[in-house]
Nanobody
């Protein structure tokens, strides 16, 4: 079993930045892909970014150039730096691990509980 705990969400004005963190426990995730998804009210959960065990990254087109995913295998953590935020980024953000790059949502083995990000205009 893997437990994922997100932190760093909050309220920010448009154009601002936030950094989300995800701490994994239970077992090491250093050989697993880690990723972030988000779900806005009334919408389906969608892929945001992923990072493989060797730090290869993938991003949704909507966040490319604004968001940066990183990981620290020694600390069993992953982070998502979000810059130039806009109101359309408002959502609950979920940390996840699994075969995310290959299978997206269906490949997730473990989810965090989510952290709210609200961007005001």
């Amino acid at each position: 079993q893997v437990q994922l705990v997100e932190s760093g969400g909050g309220l920010v004005q448009a154009g601002g930045a936030l950094r989300l963190s995800c701490a994994a426990s239970g077992r090491t995730v250093s050989r697993s892909t880690m990723g972030w998804f988000r779900q806005a009210p009334g919408k389906e959960r969608e892929f945001v970014a992923a990072i493989t065990w060797d730090s290869s990254t993938r991003y949704a087109d909507s966040v490319k150039g604004r968001f940066t995913i990183s990981r620290d295998n020694a600390a069993n953590t992953a982070s998502l730096q979000m810059n130039s935020l806009n109101p359309e980024d408002t959502a609950v953000y979920y940390c996840a691990t699994g075969s995310i790059v290959v299978r997206g949502l269906r490949g997730v083995d473990y989810w965090g509980q989510g952290t709210q990000v609200t961007v005001s205009s």
